[in-house]
């Protein structure tokens, strides 16, 4: 505790660091032998996220209904939580301005992921890359689904589709 004396400065420290080098060694072997045994399993593999599956219903409001029951709202202590809205001119506008103040309101990154080819090293020939190396594309797509920006409705992180 604190009543007991530091240790001196003249102990011998090289005991001490042979022990931890010694151990960071084991702790290698160990972490690189785990490696080999597992890399043929296939839950040790970066596997591509895929879009989720569409699937289709009669009920009009079933991802509405799924979106509640998720996040909790159709308990039965928070069923009287709800209020219906009625459809009207001023709700629709209200809406269009809440998606267009949406990055005041949440926090937002922006993330660019290049590629850079041995031997790139000017800016230029490493924006020209069109594609990357398979290890790149096996990476980029375990990040998300690819979405079209031209045709896509939804949340554009800010970016305009003249950009695309």
């Known amino acids: 505790g604190l009543v007991e004396p530091a240790p001196s ?3 011998p420290t090289h005991i001490i660091e042979n022990g931890l080098q010694t151990l960071i060694e084991q ?3 160990s972490e690189y032998q785990y490696l080999l045994d597992t890399s043929d399993l296939h839950c040790m593999r970066c596997v591509p996220v895929l879009p989720p599956q569409h699937c289709q219903t009669t009920f009009a409001f079933h991802y509405c209904h799924l979106f509640l029951s998720h996040m909790g709202f159709l308990s039965w202590n928070k069923r009287n939580c709800f209020q219906l809205l009625g459809k009207n001119e001023q709700l629709i506008r209200e ?3 809440l998606d267009g103040t949406q990055t005041q309101c949440r926090q937002t990154y922006k993330v660019a992921v290049l590629y850079v080819a041995c031997g790139q090293e000017d800016k ?3 924006l ?3 594609q990357g190396s398979r290890a790149f594309e096996e990476f980029v797509s375990g990040l998300g ?3 079209d920006m031209t045709a896509h ?3 554009m992180g800010g970016l305009k589709q ?3």
Do not use: A
């Open 162 to 164: 003249s950009y695309c």
């Open 128 to 130: 020209q890359n069109s």
């Open 124 to 126: 230029r020939s490493i």
């Open 9 to 11: 400065i003249n102990e």
């Open 27 to 29: 702790q290698h072997k």
């Open 95 to 97: 809406l269009k301005h």
């Open 153 to 155: 409705v939804g949340y």
């Open 145 to 147: 689904w690819e979405v």
